[in-house]
């Protein structure tokens, strides 16, 4: 059940937005100081980044010798791998019983079940760079790799040796795409922190949605982790299956899109996270990851004080599923 509404714009609030959601033509951005152009390139000939952006389907049907068994037994046992194996498809969300996400291993399968495993293939792509003006660059992320931490974007990054102390400035989830800021060192990354803490950081994302929603310029307006959460939207497409909307974010709250377009009832396709409990329809099931695209991304440069802004085409998965549902 929704637990958040979607407010139309009103006309006071027009002039408060940032890129496009001002009353600009479709796709434009307010004014800026300064824009920078640069060719998109790729870091190094060998260096590739391992990413999960094909799925493949498996559907098992329970027979009775089966019945009653645990989800991780019944995956183990039909796929010949280990419990451990088992229990990262779970993890991973992979796997849909009855057209319903389920990722507890203890589930209980009865017979006649349709256990649906959707597979991700690890596909291989060069890192591309969207923008770079030292000590900054903007990177193009991939779907499948989470920002920093252990086996990431930053450290795969790092282990190029012109890049090696650079490091993430903020972060995308593992199956969002696009741009994505480093910084040459821990002093440059403080020095454009403050930016996001004020929110003057211009974020503009894609993302498709299931269902038609009910106005076509709208804002989220729900507090997340007790904080104030805005999330304001507009519809380039739609059909009673899915919607294409652009979003801009004017705070940066932890999965703030996913947990909002959920709250409202029009779940980002794909989310292995806020989608679980309803059935999910034979169209989004071969939707590998969450279909969320960060696209356009804006800053005040620290050193030369100029607004730099940086965009990323939407990836092929993204326009896949934008073609598969029948989406402009």
């Known amino acids: 059940m929704a637990w958040a509404s979607i407010l139309p714009v009103s006309e006071q609030e027009e002039g408060k937005v940032g890129p496009r959601l001002n009353g600009a033509h479709p796709g434009t951005w307010n004014p800026l100081v300064h824009q920078v152009e640069c060719p998109h390139y790729t870091i ?6 391992a990413t999960g952006v094909k799925g493949t389907q498996n559907i098992h049907t329970v027979r009775g010798q089966e019945d009653g068994w645990g989800l991780q037994k019944f995956l183990a046992a039909r796929l010949s791998l280990s419990g451990r194996k088992a229990k990262s498809l779970l993890d991973d969300r992979c796997v849909l019983v009855n057209s319903r996400r389920m990722w507890m291993a203890r589930h209980v399968v009865r017979r006649g079940d349709q256990i649906l495993i959707i597979e991700q293939t690890k596909l291989s792509t060069k890192l591309r760079v969207l923008w770079r003006e030292d000590p900054f660059l903007v990177l193009d992320k991939p ?4 920002s920093n931490g252990p086996d990431s974007l930053e450290t795969r ?15 995308l989830d593992r199956d969002t795409t696009g741009c994505i800021l480093f910084a040459a060192s821990l002093r440059d990354k403080d020095a454009i922190v403050k930016q996001f803490r004020s ?5 503009i994302y894609h993302a498709i949605v299931t269902g ?3 106005s076509e310029r709208a804002s989220v307006k729900a507090p997340l982790d007790e904080k104030k959460a805005v999330t304001r939207f507009e519809v380039l497409d739609s059909n009673r299956l899915a919607t294409h909307i652009r979003i801009e974010l004017r705070t940066g709250r932890t999965h703030q899109i ?3 377009m ?10 292995k996270t806020y989608s679980t409990g309803s059935p999910i329809g034979a169209e989004f099931q071969d939707v590998p990851r969450q279909m969320l695209h960060a696209q356009k991304f804006g800053f005040i440069h620290p050193e030369t004080k100029k607004e730099v802004r940086v965009a990323a085409p939407l990836p092929p998965d993204f326009r896949r599923t934008l073609k598969s549902l029948r989406l402009g």
């Open 258 to 260: 996913r947990k909002h």
């Open 262 to 271: 959920a709250a409202t009832g029009h779940q980002v396709v794909g989310d």
């Open 143 to 146: 779907p499948g790799v989470v």
């Open 44 to 49: 190094g000939d060998t260096y590739g980044i």
């Open 199 to 203: 929110n003057s950081i211009r974020k």
């Open 212 to 214: 038609r929603t009910s």
């Open 157 to 171: 990054l790092q282990s190029e040796d012109e890049f090696s102390d650079w490091r993430a400035v903020h972060r």
